[in-house]
């Protein structure tokens, strides 16, 4: 449907092969269809690229008379939906805008930071995982690289939906952007219904404190919350897959901070890096650093049952075992790595 | 005989639902409480006229409700668009409310049902992706709009408590958008041009009337069932319905758009006080499973559909191309011809 709704009615037919006679032959039914179909599907095509074209070369053409109110309406439609599909599900996950980002994303995981994947055959085939991460560098990449990770390197392809910082869910531009590729923004309440729909989840338990740490501090894993992840695992019987990521922490160093500056755009802290902000938006731009993605052996909480979630000592030692695994896993890494730009 | 009550008759939802009860009912089964008359086509309907907002106003409530032998209540006299006027209707919500309840309590009324808003919730960008019933209203919201919603809900419960012959069902709405729809949102989709926030791309809800409807008729027919949110089949975001209405979007920066806002308001220009951009900003998607499993009720449009049927009904005589498209698609001709 949504396919067929991006009828632009200019350029219509021209496409269109004359059609040949159907012949009375056995089998030539089927071969109709299937070229029938072959066409139909040419003609998707094309009609998706033709409405963004269609739309700039008419207002490229009509010059300023192309200023009124309606055909502007029409280049912003196409515009947007030449980046964003007409239906996004429950959660506000977007197939096309996630499409769209994928080349640019893909460039940042095989090029610019060259991810190296290990260990993904822990992530379940099927049904809810709860995959937990460290977190670091500054901006939220860190969470769009495991998703490509999954999905790239997993044999089922999974959606790995990431649990995004209210921070990241209230900044423009961030906001849609993550919710666009299937973030949701962590909640006890989001964590819990998603997993009871068997869906995956990654979570960065440290949170703030961990994306936000300066460079001193960089690999020392700061406390995992009040182990809020665990409470959702121990009462879905969800199994945890700790995850260590490597690379990520100096993309962006931190060397001091300003909360200050922060304070007035509703951030909870103001990195200062040796570029930002005084390269201003070029500072933006993360060091190509050599990342790995370690996951591990899943955790598996089945053994205590959904009333653990109750015992605050049994959650916080469990959160605290599985911040020591992704500590150990990070160490591993950082005793093998030789350089932090060739790994 | 035992009658329904409904007050809020001039009201959009009061006034559709007045005919559907008409038309399952009969005339003699259901009452108007309003302070204008219901419309002269709907002939035989009982009608009192009733400011709630009056002192004294509870006192009359409990000799119209003993006299027409109510015993089920439905209260739409609410405002869905905002108005300029805060105290009045601070007086109507929160204090009509308090009446109404107060009356119902004394008469004996067996079921009181409120019609709110899923926007009681308020928009924030803490919210969790599907809202549940056990949420409480913001009633610290900074919208007076907001706020004497969940003060009328705070209303109902606290006699319901005190009184417990007295059954609440607090209906939560979507978003209303469809045919016969006017509020400022349907204001807003009329312009041309429609300011947005840089930046930000929230989910929506959009209920069609019909589906609203038919949720209002089950909750009378369920009975007191507490808080129940009504929601659409699916959400869609607020630039997908713009654009799909075919309106120039203005992206403005956040941080500038509430103070311009409120003063577009306070001038008497805008549409909505600066604070409701809170909701072109941050979901408020309610979860409708509750309506599913307690009132058997499941919603017949999406968000989509029912942007669409308003558009066929806002420019009947040219057709967006939203729907000329939907014409030629597989799903959408039924609801056009509807």
């Known amino acids: 449907m949504s396919d067929m709704a991006k009828v632009v009615p200019i350029a219509r037919g021209r496409r269109r092969a004359p059609r040949p006679k159907p012949k009375a032959e056995p089998g030539a039914l089927e071969q109709r269809v299937h070229e029938l179909e072959q066409e139909l599907r040419v003609e998707r095509q094309a009609k998706r690229a033709d409405s963004l074209l269609v739309a700039l070369a008419r207002a490229v053409s009509s010059g300023a008379g192309a200023l009124d109110w309606a055909s502007l309406g029409r280049l912003q439609r196409a515009l947007y939906f030449a980046w964003h599909s007409e239906e996004t599900d429950a959660y506000g996950a977007d197939a096309r805008f996630a499409e769209r980002l994928e080349p640019f994303l893909e460039f940042l995981y095989a090029m610019w930071w060259r991810v190296e994947a290990t260990g993904t055959e822990h992530v379940p085939a099927r049904g809810a995982g709860l995959v937990v991460a460290n977190h670091s560098g500054v901006l939220p990449y860190d969470g769009l690289m495991v998703q490509l990770a999954i999905k790239h390197e997993h044999p089922a392809r999974r959606l790995c939906r990431m649990l995004a910082l209210d921070m990241f869910a209230l900044l423009p531009m961030l906001a849609p952007l993550l919710s666009k590729s299937g973030s949701v923004r962590a909640s006890p309440e989001n964590a819990e219904r998603l997993l009871r729909e068997g869906e995956l989840l990654g979570v960065f338990p440290e949170g703030v404190k961990g994306i936000g740490k300066r460079y001193r501090e960089r690999y020392k894993l700061a406390r995992f919350g009040r182990g809020g992840f665990v409470r959702v695992a121990l009462r879905t019987g969800t199994p945890i897959i700790p995850c260590a990521i490597v690379g990520a922490e100096e993309i962006h160093p931190v060397v001091g901070k300003a909360d200050w500056l922060g304070r007035p755009f509703g951030l909870p802290y103001f990195p200062l890096t040796p570029t930002f902000p005084w390269l201003g938006p070029l500072g933006l731009l993360p060091l190509p650093t050599k990342w790995s993605i370690d996951f591990g052996e899943p955790i598996d909480l089945g053994e205590h049952g959904p009333e653990g979630a109750e015992d605050p000592i049994l959650v916080n030692r469990i959160a605290e075992s599985v911040r020591e695994t992704i500590q150990r896993m990070v160490d591993g890494r950082l005793a093998r790595r030789r350089s932090i730009w060739f790994g | ?338």
């Open chain 2, 1 to 338: 005989m035992a009658r329904i009550a409904l007050t809020g008759t001039a009201s959009f939802l009061g006034g559709r639902l007045l005919r559907r009860l008409v038309a399952a009912r009969g005339a003699d089964a259901v009452l108007a409480v309003d302070i204008t008359p219901p419309p002269t086509t709907l002939q035989g309907v009982r009608h009192r006229m009733l400011d709630l907002t009056l002192p004294g106003a509870d006192r009359r409530l409990v000799e119209v409700f003993r006299e027409e032998g109510v015993d089920t209540v439905f209260h739409t006299a609410f405002f869905t668009t905002p108005r300029r006027d805060t105290s009045y209707s601070h007086e109507l919500e929160s204090i009509g409310t308090l009446h109404l309840a107060a009356g119902a309590a004394a008469a004996g009324v067996r079921h009181l049902v409120l019609r709110s808003f899923t926007a009681v919730y308020g928009a924030r960008g803490q919210n969790p992706s599907f809202l549940t019933e056990e949420k409480r209203p913001d009633s610290g919201s900074r919208l007076g709009w907001v706020r004497d919603k969940a003060e009328a809900e705070e209303h109902a419960f606290s006699f319901s408590r005190r009184y417990p012959g007295l059954g609440v069902t607090v209906l939560r709405f979507a978003t209303l958008l469809g045919p016969g729809v006017h509020t400022f949102y349907t204001r807003l989709l009329s312009k041309r041009a429609v300011a947005v926030l840089l930046g930000y791309d929230p989910l929506l809800q959009l209920l069609h009337p019909d589906d609203a409807l038919d949720a209002a008729v089950l909750a009378l027919e369920h009975g007191p069932a507490q808080v129940v949110n009504v929601v659409p089949r699916t959400a869609m975001t607020l630039l997908t319905a713009l654009h799909l209405a075919d309106k120039v979007t203005l992206p403005v920066p956040h941080p500038a758009a509430y103070p311009l806002a409120e003063l577009w308001w306070g001038a008497g220009v805008g549409e909505a006080p600066g604070a409701f951009l809170d909701c072109a900003r941050f979901p408020f998607v309610a979860d409708g499973a509750k309506a599913r499993s307690t009132l058997g009720f499941e919603a017949r449009h999406s968000s989509r559909e029912a942007l669409e049927a308003f558009l066929a009904y806002r420019y009947p005589e040219a057709r967006p191309p939203a729907a000329e498209e939907l014409a030629v698609s597989e799903a959408g001709a039924s609801e056009l011809g509807a």
